[in-house]
T-cell receptor, first 113, second 111 residues
Framework: KAGVTQTPRYLIKTRGQQVTLSCSPISGHRSVSWYQQTPGQGLQFLFE???????NKGNFPGRFSGRQFSNSRSEMNVSTLELGDSALYLC????????????FGPGTRLLVL | QKEVEQDPGPLSVPEGAIVSLNCTYSNSAFQYFMWYRQYSRKGPELLMY????GNKEDGRFTAQVDKSSKYISLFIRDSQPSDSATYLC???????????FGTGTRLQVFP
């Protein structure tokens, strides 16, 4: 079974631009979560989606948004990029059948110049 | 104060050593406790999962949770150079996928 895939893997943007990152969960998984990982703050929760509905949101500004499609694929968008948005953005999916098996993708590494 | 605290290390041990990795947490609502391993430039990989208090063993890995002291531990027996990675503890409450992570401990196992 294929794992969680994220595209693109690497991205370079400039301040003020916007960016859209994509996540395809493991087949059959309906729950998708997003995290931001930085050297200073570690892994921080961004959003959690199930059946196209946002169930939970982390403590990030409104510039960070996301959505989930009917096929469970998810996207996150960051508008008006700031230097501090440079990070590894990770997506995780899980099957409702098991609380424990939250699988992470390889991440999208975003660099904001 | 962070909800999950973890010593960042780095921790350097010889091959074959027993490694002890620890975290503390402050939120009494946490019920699920996980350990993830993250290699450089990769996403975190789930190693161990524990619900509530207790021990769980899987091969060379043992996870322990003591809810009375809010202490989470991961033990690695017979450590190998391939265990060199960053180890992240994480916790979550009921009815949510939101994981609260520690900052991660960088482990190096040298031959």
């Amino acid at each position: 079974k294929a794992g969680v895939t994220q595209t693109p893997r690497y991205l370079i943007k400039t301040r003020g631009q916007q960016v859209t990152l994509s996540c395809s969960p493991i087949s059959g998984h309906r729950s998708v979560s997003w995290y931001q990982q930085t050297p200073g703050q570690g892994l921080q929760f961004l959003f959690e989606y199930f059946s196209e509905t946002q169930r939970n949101k982390g403590n990030f500004p409104g510039r960070f948004s996301g959505r989930q499609f009917s096929n469970s694929r998810s996207e996150m968008n960051v508008s008006t990029l700031e230097l501090g948005d440079s990070a590894l953005y990770l997506c995780a999916s899980k099957s409702l059948a098991s609380q424990e098996t939250q699988y992470f993708g390889p991440g999208t590494r975003l660099l904001v110049l | 104060q962070k909800e999950v605290e973890q010593d960042p290390g780095p921790l350097s041990v010889p091959e074959g050593a027993i490694v002890s990795l620890n975290c503390t947490y402050s939120n009494s609502a946490f019920q699920y406790f996980m350990w993830y391993r993250q290699y450089s430039r990769k996403g975190p990989e789930l190693l161990m999962y524990t619900y509530s208090s207790g021990n769980k063993e899987d091969g060379r890995f043992t996870a322990q949770v003591d809810k009375s002291s809010k202490y989470i531990s991961l033990f690695i027996r017979d450590s190998q150079p391939s265990d060199s990675a960053t180890y992240l503890c994480a916790s979550s409450g009921m009815d949510t996928d939101k994981l609260i992570f520690g900052t991660g401990t960088r482990l190096q196992v040298f031959p």
